[in-house]
């Protein structure tokens, strides 16, 4: 059996003073460089809501709203957050999508397209054959 101890042991890895108060200013920096993007700016400013599907946020769940440029130019950041837009990561991805489909021009357009009425009727001949049982 190894030596009898009558308590935690020392580590010689064990942070002292100095370096502990390094680390809380560094995560203090940190954190205030964080506050000063424009995610934080969006979640100050906006309902922890999102914009599209009506999903409420808490503290839990907050990793899982993003932010949106709505004219999808990150480098565009008004401080009144008048280009950002509170989304889930679901609406978030499905907006880009859509966006990236609009830019390849796979059938997205920026104004509703005049779709043809259906001509193909699943339920023809339905009351004849609900008539004869």
Known sequence: MA???????????????KKLDDIVAKARKERDTRMAGYREQSLRLHPWVCGRCGRTFTRE???????????????NNPSDGSNWENLCLYCHDNEHQRFAHLV??????????????????????????????
């Not at 030596?3 to 003073?17: I, M, T």
């Not at 769940?61 to 480098?75: A, P, W």
């Open 3 to 17: 030596g009898n101890h009558s308590g935690p042991r020392k580590s010689s890895s064990q942070l002292d003073g």
């Open 61 to 75: 769940n907050l990793h899982e709203l993003t932010v949106h440029h709505k004219d999808h130019n990150h480098d």
């Open 104 to 133: 390849q021009g796979d059938g997205f357009a920026l104004t509703a397209e005049k779709k043809k009425p259906a001509t193909h009727n699943p339920f023809t001949g339905l009351r004849d054959i609900l008539k004869n049982k």
